[in-house]
């Protein structure tokens, strides 16, 4: 009933940026807090940067000063700006949603995932 779809993600030399999108789209009612995640290969996912419905934002201390979270509630979209980038960024990078959507019963709340977004930072 409610699926994320990621862009923006690829290849880039030290020192690049990339934008990441992540578009929420089905039967939605509000979305809550939207968030950024990332995996590196033999790592545990990790918290980038969430972003509450009201704007707030918080990160993770690696990527502070060089990456910006933001949404646009009009189009239950969430961005990820990242700049700097350094090749220990590289990794999937997830989004995140805790959603109410409605639903046969009323309307419930669940948390969605993104396909996940590769991200290679390298010379």
């Known amino acids: 009933q409610v699926q994320l779809v990621e862009s923006g993600g690829g290849l880039v030399q030290p020192g690049g940026s990339l934008r990441l999108s992540c578009a929420a789209s089905?039967?939605?009612?509000?979305?809550?807090?939207m968030g950024w995640y990332r995996q590196a290969p033999g790592k545990q996912r990790e918290l980038v940067a969430a972003i509450t419905s009201g704007g707030s934002t918080n990160y993770a201390d690696s990527v502070k000063g060089r990456f910006t979270i933001s949404r646009d509630n009009a189009k239950n979209t969430v961005f990820l700006q990242m700049n700097s980038l350094k090749p220990e960024d590289t990794a999937v990078y997830y989004c995140n949603a805790d959603i109410i959507y409605y639903s046969a019963s009323g309307r419930d709340t669940a948390v969605y995932w993104g396909q996940g977004t590769q991200v290679s930072v390298s010379s």
């Open positions: 089905g039967r939605i009612f509000r979305i809550n807090a």
